[in-house]
């Protein structure tokens, strides 16, 4: 359990440094650098940990877990042009969407079934809705287009957790997250091409470098920490990143607060805890 809240703070202070670096560069590019370290250091644990270098027992699992790792890779490009686009509350309330969607997904495919399932999902449904309806009256507004990435982005996440939680019964966790960063890369790296963007000099001095080796920790230790318990307890934990997001983005970016952020997201949070 430990390991999922330190993967959640580390998660959290990524979610800032990534609205902070994507203000001065494309998030393209961002992507492309920061998965470039975090495959490096990845490689590097990889060879020092890893004994069974047998990376796949079959055609349809490789196929399985690459898909996977797809999977999570475009819902890292949805995360990142959505944060670009929007606060970090906004982003926030939408990544517990997810705790939602894989709740379901357990409770009507694995049998799992969550205690106060119609009360905890009309809970989130609650917090989330009066999220939005108060938003409405917010000088900034949120384009659909952000709205969509956001979803997007909740069901990509929650996809992958459910995913990497079956593959975390037959691989290496290292292997796993070290293969998706890879994967994070080939995708960026051929959307980065395909639209004409020029990548960052690798030697330039910013703060990605800090944000791959938080990111690092995160992956790691959220892997772990999914590999011992299950999707839905690995996404009810990792619901304090959301807590210490929106601390630090108040904190730290000096995002404005406002009251009804505590009222719809604490409505959120106990929904997703009726669920567990």
């Not at 969407?97 to 009360?119: H, M, Q, R």
């Not at 949120?142 to 019964?169: D, E, P």
Request: hydrophobic share 55%; with cysteine; aromatic share 18%.
């Amino acid at each position: 359990m430990e390991y999922l809240v330190l993967s959640s703070l580390f998660f959290a202070f990524s979610n800032v440094l990534w609205k902070w670096i994507v203000s001065d560069y494309f998030p393209l590019q961002v992507i492309v650098k920061r998965s470039i370290l975090t495959c490096f250091i990845g490689s590097i644990v990889l060879i020092f940990n890893y004994d069974n270098f047998i990376f796949y027992n079959t055609i349809g699992q490789a196929v399985f877990v690459n898909l996977t790792c797809v999977i999570g890779a475009f819902g890292l490009v949805f995360m990142i042009y959505a944060i670009k686009q929007s606060s970090l509350n906004t982003f926030i309330h939408y990544s517990l969407v997810g705790s939602a969607v894989t709740a379901t997904y357990l409770y009507l495919v694995e049998d799992i079934v969550p205690k106060n399932y119609a009360l905890g999902i009309s809970c989130i449904a609650s917090g989330f809705f009066i999220f939005l309806w108060k938003q409405r009256h917010n000088t900034k507004v949120v384009s659909f287009s952000t709205h969509r990435y956001l979803f997007a982005m909740a069901l990509c996440f929650s996809a992958t957790a459910i995913m990497q939680w079956y593959n975390l019964k037959t691989y290496d966790l290292v292997f796993l997250a070290v293969h998706q960063e890879l994967v994070v890369l080939i995708v960026a790296g051929f959307m980065l091409y395909f639209l004409k963007q020029s990548p960052i000099p690798f030697f330039k001095l910013d703060y990605i470098p800090v944000m791959a080796f938080v990111v690092s920790i995160a992956i790691v230790s959220g892997m772990y920490g999914l590999k011992v318990t299950n999707p839905f307890v690995s996404s009810i934990i990792s619901l304090s990143s959301s807590i210490f997001t929106m601390i630090l983005a108040v904190v730290l970016l000096k995002e404005h607060f406002k009251w009804y952020y505590i009222v719809s997201l604490l409505t959120v949070l106990y929904g997703a805890w009726l669920l567990s």
